[in-house]
Structures are given as C-alpha cells and as structure tokens.
C-alpha cells in the first residue's frame, strides 16, 4: 500500500476538492494521510475515512503565514515516510518540492486555479512576483500535474510546456431518492419564485452586488444567498435599500449537506463571475455542479468553460451584460416560460448522471496509475 501525504493550506473543514481526492485514493488501495493547519475558531473534524493532522502556526495570513506553514510543512514531511507527496495549490508547493528533492519521492500537484491570476494579488506586485517566481523556479521540473479544466491547464501548457491533467470539481451523485426537506420546512416562501446564490467565494466581481440590484425589478421572486465571501455585508447593506427590502434571504455558510437541502428548493440558479481576470474569466465553480445536481436550471455569465457546460447539456440560459435591469429581465423571462424551465430542469437530471465525481474520480486514479 503506498503512502501518500496531502497537504493544503486551509483548516480541512470545507474543502470538498480535496476530500473526494483523500477518498477516492483511499478507497482504491492508498494510505492517504491529509495535512492542513488548525485555526482558532476551526470546528472539530468529523471522523474520515483517512488520516488527518493540523498544524497550529503562529500567524494565519500574509508573508509570515506562508512561510511558517512551508517551514512546518517540510519538516513534518522530511520525517514522515511517504511514497507520494500531493501538494494543493502553488502555496504548498515549496515545502513539498524541496522535501522531494531530499526524498526522492513522487511529487504530484494539483492546481485548484490559475493562482498567480487570482484577484486578491493583482494590485500587489511584489506578491505577485513573488509568487510567480516561485511558480517559474518549480513547475518546469515538475512531472505529474492536474488542474480544475482545460482552459486553465492549456495556459499553464503555453507557459511551461507541461502537460496537466484535468479533474474538474464536481460532487458526488445526489441520491434521487433522497428526500428534499420543504421550503417549509426550511423557512423559505412557498408562493414566491426561488433564485440561489451560493458558495464560499462570494466576493468582488463575482456578480453579488448586481444581483441584489436586480431584484429591485422582479416581483413575486427572493434571492437565497448561501455561503460567505468578502461582499456579504455589502450585499445586507443593498438588500436594506427600500426597493430590495424583503427580497432577499442570507443563510450564511452551511455544512454542505444542508446548503444542498435549500439549493434543491430554487428555481434558479445563478452565477455572474465578470471577466476581469484571468482566474474569473477560465473559472468553472463548484455551484455550477451543484445546481445541477440539484436539479436546478443556470443563468450564468458567458465565460468558456460555464458556456461549455451550459451549452453542451442545455441546462440553462447566458447573461450578456451585468446590468441589474438586464440580469432582471432575463431572470423574469426564464421564471415565466414555465415550458422551458421545465425542459431545462428534466435536462439536469440528464447531465447529473454524467458531472458527477463517480465519473470524474476516474481521471485521478489514471494520474496516480501512472506514477510508476
């Protein structure tokens, strides 16, 4: 049985990526250990079917997080035995290459975005360079890759001229057996069309703020938004203006069970990334699978990969500019053909049993398959 040690830099509580990866190689013959951090307001783990271990660092963002997480990191690998080192994303990647280099282990990467095309570090450009000549000096010599779709792997193929794998983040079958509480049971308006914003990266540029202005122009419809991200106070904010007042509902971040249950109960889903980076322009997020796994039809901005799925399974309808007024006009038009929205919904349940991880853990046993 090989041993492979994963590694990330959140608190393993939500990361649902790298929880399928741990137990599909776990399940197929892998002793998969997974390594994160441990925060101060991290909530215990429940019992997985790996092992887990978190390190407790003094700081928890910035230049001296990284480095005291890499530093930590490398050492714990270096006396660890392992066979395989699996590194999350280009902020693990260090501890986990160097500790190859003295090993002689197989090191595998798993890209979870473009990471040096994240918004967060644009307008910072000595993080930005940094992290990039981080990325320069380690993936030339990097042998075994995957990353989210292809837009993303085909940049890092023109940069580097290395070959990434592709596993996309879908979930897991939802059991069509299984029963879906109630909106009344959950609190929502039974008489009112239901429209969900969910997802743990409700930030800026994602579409939230003129979502919310949207609905200043529906009538008979609410707004579910479900999760966190750095624009929700902003969005309770707008959501209080007279006009908007009373059309739309906060839940906050749920476990992700329960964030299903209130999906399932939407009409629409929606997902409004704008095209103002390079990460946001090649993303294709978890929500988009989740809908459908749900049994929700889409409205969504016209980016590749989403345009890709949406097109391909014909479960949904495109935005073409953010303007509440159109946003709104196009929610309306989907929520009233009652003919269509139907044809969309029968054609998720079509497409989920196709985008699901049963499907997908396959790509990931190939890579690992072929390690040698």
């Known amino acids: 049985m090989k041993k492979i040690i994963v590694s990330v830099t959140n608190d393993l509580s939500t990361d649902q990526r790298v929880d399928r990866v741990c137990n599909t190689l776990q399940r197929n013959g892998f002793d998969v250990l997974l390594i994160g951090r441990e925060l101060i307001n991290s909530k215990p783990l429940h019992l997985r079917a790996y092992q887990t271990h978190r390190m407790k660092l003094w700081f928890e963002k910035g230049f001296l997080f990284y ?23 280009l902020d693990t990647l260090p501890a986990n290459f160097f500790c190859r280099k003295i090993k002689s282990q197989t090191l595998v990467y798993d890209s979870h975005e473009y990471f040096t095309g994240v918004p967060e570090i644009q307008d910072r450009t000595f993080v ?3 992290w990039k000549r981080i990325e320069r000096f380690i993936l030339p010599k990097i042998k075994h890759a995957y990353t989210v779709n292809e837009s993303i792997a085909r940049l890092y193929k023109d940069e580097y001229n290395i070959d990434f794998g592709v596993v996309r983040n879908l979930p897991l079958k939802r059991n069509a057996g299984i029963k ?7 609190g929502l308006p039974e008489s009112k069309k239901i429209i969900v914003l969910q997802g743990s990266g409700i930030n800026v540029d994602r579409g939230g703020e003129e979502a919310v202005q949207a609905m200043e122009f529906l009538d008979n419809a609410a707004l579910l938004i479900i999760g966190s991200g750095d624009v929700i106070d902003t969005l309770k904010t707008m959501s209080g203006k007279r006009d908007i007042k009373g059309k739309v509902i906060f839940k906050g971040k749920l476990p992700y069970a329960e964030m299903l249950e209130y999906t399932a109960n939407a009409d629409v889903g929606i997902s409004f990334d704008k095209d103002t980076n390079i990460n946001y322009r090649f993303s294709l997020p978890n929500k988009i699978f989740d809908y459908i796994q749900c049994g929700v039809p889409l409205l969504a901005s016209r980016l590749p990969e ?19 007024k159109h946003i709104a006009a196009k929610l309306n038009e989907m929520l009233s053909d009652t003919m269509k929205l139907s044809e969309w919904k029968a054609n998720t349940v079509e497409a989920a049993k196709t985008l699901n991880w049963e499907n997908e853990e396959q790509n990931v046993l190939k890579i690992f398959a072929n390690l040698g």
């Open 67 to 89: 480095a005291t997480f890499n530093i930590s990191l490398f050492f714990f690998l270096l006396f660890s035995k392992a066979d395989v080192l699996l590194a999350n994303d």
């Open 306 to 324: 989403i345009e890709k799925v949406i097109t391909a399974y014909h479960v949904g309808d495109f935005i073409e500019t953010h303007e509440p």
């Open 180 to 186: 879906t509480k109630t909106r009344k049971e959950l």
């Open 128 to 130: 930005k360079n940094a």
